[in-house]
């Protein structure tokens, strides 16, 4: 058979089916440009669309993940026909209430859809979520489509340049990423107040649909590495953000004045093997100012393994990235989720039966502790 079949990604294990859509705003680089996780209704002969969307992904990853873009074609026949367990364009199904909002940001040299599992099992829970797909060079690539009909102008992926300190040059991408986050804020926000947001992408989906079906008071940003310091600045941008969850962050970018700033209760899910000492005293500082943050590590984890390439085969991975965490992938991405969900039902004050993982919080739980792994490794 074909290599085809090489990712599972798990379904959401969640009540709901879920639906998944692109969102692109705007002709210009100051659009937006995100993949939509929601609720669906089931439909007959639903199709599920591809995990890696283009190929210029796969030549974008080759040439990030692995500093050889003629991987590209090896990757493509790898994984280019992974499929995301989702209903492609699948039909909202409407709230009364409104579902919460979930802004998620990804990671250093990846895009949009590398968080398929974790946006998946949220929307099966009942939230949208919005996988944004950044726009200051940290993706592995990028594109927007000009006015000018059937054009496209692409971004990509850029290195520190060389002689430039890589706090400043990181700072500022991770100023755009949050502004992005609140964007993309604005634009729900937008939405139900009845503005009409043409899709450049011409999706065979109406956003008109969210009108009535978001509750905008129950909204939460979430981010993994570069996304989650991402996410913690977005607290600081834009108070209508009410917590963040921030997976594995990488904190580094963030300034010092700005940890005072810090208004809101951050979850951090940390990894065994990423974190440095620097990293979770920043962590710890924001924790000491906010008694609602919490800071949890996940034992026998990886840093990847908080992305969907947990799910490839174990040969495939560790040619990629190296060592691979010894937590089966399913387990690790029901603890991460679970505590997340806990969190976001006490802080976005949900009626939902989440409170029956609180203890994940405490870092109670079969291989999660609480604070930074300082104690012997589990890898």
Known sequence: GSMGGMLALPPGQGPHQVGC?????GHTRQGLFLRLFYPCLPRAGATEPLWIPRSEYCGGLADVALGRRWCSALLSIAIGSCK????WNGPFKPCSSGYPLIIFSH???????????????LASRGFVVAALEHRDHSAATTYFCTAEAGTEE??????????QKEFYFRNKQVHQRAQECVRALRLFQGIAGGRSVPNSLQQDWDLAV???????????????????????LALVKEPSFRCAVALDAWMFPLENVLYPEVPKPVLFINTEKFQTPESVAKMKRLSSRNSQTRIVTLLGTVHEDQTD??????????????????????KALAITSRAALAFLQRHLKLEEEFGQWDELLEGVGDSVV????SCRSHL
């Not at 995301?84 to 209903?87: T, W």
């Not at 560790?318 to 965490?325: A, E, M, P, V």
Request: hydrophobic share 45%; with cysteine.
């Open 154 to 163: 692409w971004l990509p992926f850029q290195r520190v340049p060389k002689g």
């Open 84 to 87: 995301v367990p989702v209903s």
């Open 309 to 330: 390439f947990a799910f490839l085969p174990g040969k495939v991975f560790s040619r990629i990235f190296g060592r691979r965490g010894t937590l089966e992938p399913h």
């Open 370 to 373: 609480a604070d930074a792994p």
């Open 210 to 232: 969210l009108k009535d079906n978001l509750d905008l008071t129950k909204v939460a940003v979430m981010g993994h590495s570069f996304g989650g310091v991402t996410a913690v």
């Open 107 to 121: 990671g250093l040299g990846v895009f949009r859809t590398l968080y398929s599992s974790i946006c998946t099992e």
């Open 21 to 25: 859509t692109d969102v692109m705003v």
